[in-house]
């Protein structure tokens, strides 16, 4: 089979005057699940609707499988594509919506029959066939989405927010499903969510976006571990990082106040002998661990212990933290400037 | 306090409606009694008068019905046709594409509304004459064929419909006319019934125009060929007047009961009322 690597090069968008996209270049490649995150507004749709088709960019070029595709309508450009809201066509049953495009495509009626088939079983889907959207529950109609993805046996998939309207357990299985079906069909996938768990769990690479432009793109574990910026670092992980300032000395290696220094909530420890002194203000018990916030002047810290806490609000507690668990990222322009590794700014 | 109030406001409001469809309904009952009974009970009550159908025989005898049924019918539906093709296209012209001068063209068709299609009465005439399409049954058709509620009502329809829904189409590989007549149109179906029924029943009652182009029986609707049956000249037999009437509005008031459901949804649904 063809190459299905996703190409996007000095890709700009803008609405009039209103700039929505600036700067966009990165690669997808052939079989990897890219996931675009970011809060609302920042360009992650806009990116997918490009890479569709279904916008055109202002500049720039957009390359599927070795063809530049950037002004191609959507059908010429081999993709198939879920939607937040799932577009089933509501006068239509669920072999019919999932055999919709490929009777546009004029695939014979054998060949069609035979795909409904495999994608419906695959889906566990063959029990509803003959089903309206409107009697099916979220889930089912989610999966009906996917079907009509999958039955065009297309090797580009895009998922715009494809879980935001399910509920919290099902959002979870279906990402795993969609995962696993992604690995097992080899799709090259471009997956749209400002829900960070859920690309943390399902990609193979993230790019972070805020504001049109591109804050960071690696994996997962990069993402993670070493944020290029404060905000990768405040978006990433569940409590985000701590993203403290101080006049004063607020850790060996933190220069001054021309700097945020980042700590993840995980790395810091209660201390009886040093640290810094913040009060509780608020205790969440998880379960497996213990969210606890405490304010330190006028800025707020959270920490995570394990287990139980024998904290109570009001209580002062003394936070440490080891020096290689710190990133520092410049105070004007968020840039990461440490190695945490090293745990020495320069 | 309060909730008599509301009592004696929904008294008065069941009191209206109940008025409102007695003084519609009056004069239906009254056609029906005097079609259904010899002509001396015409216009006196009894309730042990004999029955007979025998004035619908001799209307049927008396005047071309059957033909003026068959213009009518034909009428209707080449107006219906004509109006469900181009208002669609207009329609959907106007809802899911930019092009230069849109609202312009759109306040065009809006001003359409306002203007009573009786005061083109003749202009229209002229059009037709130099058509030379007087007292054809297209004539009467014509003026009504872009009909600018039409293009209103289901744009409108069409404007509700999710963008999602149109961009997977053209995703899954539709061309424009596929997206209209795969996603639009089934979607706005409860429109089209609505608005077929408005039509239907306009044209069928139409008079003052086609009675002003048609002159023959080969193009007259029922409701002119029924107001020449009735005209002074001919006698005024209540019996037969009545007997024709009951002819031409029966298969009218027959569909609406038959479908009257799926009317009142349509009706709902597309936000006529």
């Known amino acids: ?95 019919e919506n999932i055999l919709f495009g490929l009777k546009a495509r004029k695939v014979p009626k054998k060949e069609r029959q035979k795909r ?93 976006m805020k504001d049109g432009r591109i804050e960071q793109h690696g994996t997962p574990e990069d993402l993670y571990n070493r944020p290029a910026t404060a905000f990768t670092g405040s978006f990433i992980g569940n409590p985000p990082m701590n993203i403290l300032t101080s006049d004063g000395p607020l850790s060996k290696s933190f220069p001054d106040s021309s700097y945020f220094l980042g700590i993840r909530p995980e790395n810091i420890s209660i201390s009886n002998t040093s640290g810094i002194e913040g009060q509780v203000v608020a205790i969440e018990y998880l379960g497996a661990d213990t969210l606890i916030v405490c304010q330190w002047g006028e800025q707020l810290i959270t920490l995570t212990v394990k287990g139980k806490t024998d904290a109570l609000v009001g209580d002062y507690l003394r936070l440490n933290w080891r020096e290689e668990n710190i990133h520092l990222f410049n105070r004007d322009s968020g840039v990461r400037v440490s190695n945490p590794a090293g745990g020495t700014a320069r | 306090m309060k909730l008599r109030e509301i009592g004696i406001g929904k ?84 809802a899911r594409f930019e092009f230069f001068g849109k609202n ?3 306040a065009l068709v809006l001003l359409q509304l306002m203007i009573m299609p009786e005061v083109l009465l003749v202009e229209n005439y002229r ?71 408005v039509s239907v029943s306009y044209h069928w009652n139409n008079f003052l125009w086609p009675l002003v182009i048609t002159s023959s029986v080969n193009s007259r609707p029922l409701t002119v060929g029924l107001a020449i049956f009735g005209a002074p000249e001919s006698g005024v037999d209540w019996s037969i007047i009545t007997a024709a009437t009951v002819m031409t509005m029966a298969p009218l008031l027959v569909a609406f009961i038959l479908f009257q459901r799926q009317f009142v949804q349509s009706f709902m649904h597309s936000g006529i009322k």
């Not at chain 1, 920042?42 to 599927?64: D, Q, V």
């Not at chain 2, 005047?63 to 009428?75: G, V």
């Open chain 1, 1 to 95: 089979m063809a190459t299905s690597k996703i190409i996007l090069t000095d890709v700009y968008k803008s609405w009039g005057k209103a700039e929505a996209l600036a700067d966009i270049n990165f690669v997808c490649g052939d079989g990897e699940l890219l996931v675009l995150l970011g809060p609302s507004g920042c360009g992650k749709s806009t990116t997918l609707r490009l890479i569709a088709g279904l916008e055109t960019p202002t500049s720039g070029s957009i390359e599927i499988g070795g063809r530049d595709v950037s002004n191609l309508p959507p059908v010429k450009r081999n993709i198939s594509m879920v939607f937040q809201n799932y577009a089933l066509f509501p006068h239509l049953n669920v072999a």
């Open chain 1, 116 to 208: 409904l088939k495999d994608t419906a079983a695959l889906l566990g889907l063959t029990e509803f066939m003959d089903r309206k959207p409107a009697q099916l529950s979220g889930g089912q109609r989610q999966r009906i989405a996917l079907g009509r993805a999958i039955v065009a046996q297309v090797s580009v998939c895009l998922m715009d927010e494809p879980l935001s309207n399910l509920d919290a357990k099902l959002r979870q299985e279906m990402r795993q499903e969609i995962r696993s079906l992604q690995q097992r069909l080899k799709m090259t996938m471009v997956y749209v969510t400002h829900d960070q768990v859920e690309a943390m769990t399902i990609a193979d690479k993230i790019i972070l």
């Open chain 2, 11 to 94: 008294t008065v409001e069941t009191l209206g409606a109940w008025m409102l469809g007695a003084l519609w309904l009056l004069p239906v009952v009254f056609a029906f009694w005097s079609a259904f009974h010899p002509a001396e009970y015409s216009t006196s009550f009894s309730l042990f008068a004999p029955l007979t159908i025998d004035n619908f025989v001799r209307a049927w005898s008396y005047a071309p019905f059957p033909r003026y049924l068959l213009n009518t019918f034909i009428l209707v539906t080449l107006i219906l046709a004509a109006q469900f093709i181009l208002c669609t296209l207009a329609a959907y012209g106007f």
């Open chain 2, 104 to 106: 312009v063209v759109f």
């Open chain 2, 127 to 197: 059009t037709i004459s130099n058509l030379g399409l007087l007292d054809t049954i297209p004539a009467i058709g014509l003026p009504y064929m872009a009909s600018a509620f039409g293009i209103f009502l289901l744009r409108q329809s069409f404007k509700t419909i999710p963008k999602e829904l149109v961009e997977a189409a053209q995703v899954e590989g539709l061309s424009a006319v596929g997206i209209l007549w795969r996603v639009y149109v089934p979607l706005a179906r409860s429109t089209y019934i609505a608005y077929g029924l």
